[in-house]
């Protein structure tokens, strides 16, 4: 089988390589000439465990190709995957131009049927949109070569993505015809997917099924922090909570942690992208309206925390942040809480000193502001007046206390991923906060 894929961020190198590890010969196509270079040296463009070894292997054995170049890789494939971006338009919805600029190019370029799915995350009718404008273009040509469209929608998570894409809880195909069926059959059959864990669907639903599974996620972790907050006021523990609540079966225990708010490239602006579909439908999405409202509070919530425990007054407060990503195992910072916290509080007066494993490099293109970043997480705490650890990384879990207070001027921890041990840390005399967590 041969297949193509358009767009060679997180979704689109993941697929590209995972396909070609199964045999599968690729094309993984992008209008970034400096990207493809680096690929083609073997420079990835982003931090995924394990994924460098895949491409490397398969880049060795003539497997998976890199090029700018549609046409010249086009002829023969089965399947062409578009997994361009879907950023949010100003408005919130979902903007299309990358994923229709794409179905323009294949309609120009298509010699022989093949199935094109689109990967990325898209409103309803997106696949109609791709459908109409690769007719479109074919017909500039003077030209009709047949073709299918589906909508094959991806689940994978950052950090374990490749595990995620090999190991699917399920791939979810909506199409409109057998024979494109039979095709993306073909093309996920290699990872012997129990049958049950391949659903087949028409287009719209499958298009629907990746918002509302993002959605419903977001939602949980809202609530969770709903919860959390209104714990922390009466007394409760929400960790307790979550093992009470999580043992139930039809709740289950994923996806319940309460932190400092969801970030990342997809659950805020999916949960935008849907709402503002509910809008366009004369449909209000009360429920994920509040969502996004409590992330978009629960973000700001250390501030608070902060102001409350040294002073309305931030001016020349010196912080130590822990944790650039918005999650660990991933350089990715697009809308971590980091970057929130880190404007407001810079903009309060107060001096950064921050630390990331790997995010560093992506967090100085997002924060326009200056920060020190530091070689190690010990470094950044040297006279600090608190440490807010924002991602939870293993090498957070378990630093050596004694060495920490001795560097700090104030040891005060404030733990937006709830990572540490309330009563043992007030008992090495740290005056510690949490999200939901009892004061004393
Ligand atoms: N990042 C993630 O973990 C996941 C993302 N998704 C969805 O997958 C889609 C892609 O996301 P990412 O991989 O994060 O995207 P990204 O924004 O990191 O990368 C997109 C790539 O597409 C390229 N591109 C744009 N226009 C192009 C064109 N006309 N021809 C060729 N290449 C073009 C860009 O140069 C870029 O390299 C989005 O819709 C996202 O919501 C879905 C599941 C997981
Ligand atoms: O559409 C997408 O792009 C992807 O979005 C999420 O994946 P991802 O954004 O990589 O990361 P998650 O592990 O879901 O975490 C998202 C955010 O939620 C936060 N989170 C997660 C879980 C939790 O219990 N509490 C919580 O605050 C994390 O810290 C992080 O900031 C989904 O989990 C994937 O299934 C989906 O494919």
Redesign the pocket.
């Known amino acids: 089988m041969k297949a193509i894929v358009?767009?060679?961020?997180?979704?689109?190198l993941v697929t590209g390589a995972c396909l070609a590890d199964v045999g599968i010969h690729v094309a993984c196509?992008?209008?970034?000439q400096e990207?493809i270079d680096r690929l083609k040296q073997g420079i990835l463009?982003i931090y995924e465990p394990g994924l460098e070894e895949i491409v490397h292997r398969n880049a060795e054995k003539g497997r998976l190709q890199f090029s700018t170049r549609l046409d010249e890789h086009i002829a023969g494939a089965d399947a062409i995957l578009i997994?361009?971006?879907?950023?949010p338009d100003e408005d919130g919805s979902a903007d299309l131009k990358?994923v229709l600029?794409?179905a323009d190019?294949i309609g120009e370029k298509l010699q022989d049927y093949a199935v094109i799915a689109t990967?990325?995350?898209?409103p309803v009718g997106t696949s109609l949109k791709v459908k109409a404008a690769v007719e479109a273009a074919m017909n500039r040509r003077g030209q009709h070569i047949p073709f299918d469209v589906a909508s094959n929608?991806?689940?994978?998570?950052?950090g374990a993505?490749v595990r995620d894409f090999q190991s699917p809880d399920r791939v979810v195909i909506g199409t409109e015809s057998e024979r494109a069926r039979s095709v993306l059959e073909q093309l996920y059959k290699p990872f012997q997917l129990n049958r049950h864990r391949v659903i087949y669907m028409d287009i719209a639903s499958a298009e629907m099924t990746?918002y509302a599974a993002n959605a419903m996620l977001a939602t949980r972790i809202s609530f969770m922090n709903d919860i959390a907050n209104l714990c922390e006021a009466v007394g409760a523990d929400i960790n307790q909570v979550r093992s009470g609540i999580g043992a139930d079966p039809r709740i289950g225990s994923k996806f319940l942690y309460a932190g400092a708010g969801y970030g990342?490239?997809?659950f805020p602006?999916?949960v935008k992208a849907l709402i503002h579909t509910g809008r366009e439908h004369g449909q209000r999405l009360r429920l994920l309206e509040a969502v996004e409202a409590i992330n978009n509070d629960q973000k700001q919530l250390l501030f608070k925390k902060l102001q409350a425990a040294l002073g309305k007054d931030l001016q020349g407060k010196q912080i130590a942040v822990w944790g650039l990503a918005f999650k660990p195992q991933t350089d990715d910072v697009r809308e971590a809480p980091a970057l929130s916290l880190i404007d407001a509080l810079i903009k309060a007066g107060a001096i950064i000193r921050a630390y990331d494993p790997v995010a560093v490099e992506e967090a100085c293109k997002h924060i326009p502001h200056p920060v020190t970043y530091t070689r190690d997480e010990y470094e950044a705490l040297e006279q600090a007046d608190a440490l807010l650890l924002l991602t939870e990384w293993p090498e957070f879990r378990l630093p050596d206390w004694e060495r920490v207070k001795s560097l700090m001027r104030r040891p005060l921890v404030l733990d937006g991923r709830n990572i540490y041990n309330p009563a043992q840390l007030r008992q090495q005399g740290f005056e510690y906060h949490g999200i939901g967590i009892p004061l004393r």
């Open positions: 358009v767009g060679t961020g997180y979704v689109g196509i992008d209008i970034d990207k463009p997994a361009v971006g879907t950023p990358h600029n794409v190019e990967k990325s995350t898209v929608p991806e689940f994978l998570k950052e993505a990746k990342g490239s997809c602006k999916d």
